[in-house]
């Protein structure tokens, strides 16, 4: 399991997941000069919003799930694309934020550098997929030769 290059790359997507569920992806500054930070769990003027929290959780547990499906290699292709998707919707559940945000608040948005995290993960999981697609016609050339 371990010794597969995309074991590695689903790792990854694991660590970066988890950091980035304690990292701040944007800020958000009020014409008061108040900042506030725009994370996972840190969205303090837009009460009762969860979609990026679930987002951000579902990223590094659904990557978790996929290293133990390498049995199950079309599952695991299949969930990475899952993960990839959802990977770019995160941007897109941000940007709904972001402009909820400026619409009903009248703040000024900063993108921080950590909001970079889900696309190193799409880019990964792509990694990841191509070689899991890789090893399955590996294995069905095998039987094929049997």
Known sequence: MIQR??????????????????LPVAELVTNEFQVYELGAFRHVPLEGLWGLAVTTILIPALAFVDIFLFKKRVLQARL???????????????????????MN??????????????????ILT?????????????????DRIR
């Open 105 to 122: 608040f009248a703040v000024e948005w900063n993108i921080t550098f950590w909001a970079c995290i889900p696309l190193i993960c799409f």
């Open 80 to 102: 990475n694309i899952f993960l990839a998707i959802l990977c770019l919707g995160y941007y897109g559940i941000l940007f709904m934020y972001i402009w909820f945000a400026k």
């Open 5 to 22: 290059i995309q074991t590695l790359y689903l790792l990854a997507i694991v660590a970066l997941g988890i950091a980035l569920i304690f």
């Open 126 to 142: 792509l990694m990841a997929t191509r070689r899991i697609l890789k090893d399955e016609a590996l294995v069905r050339a095998a």
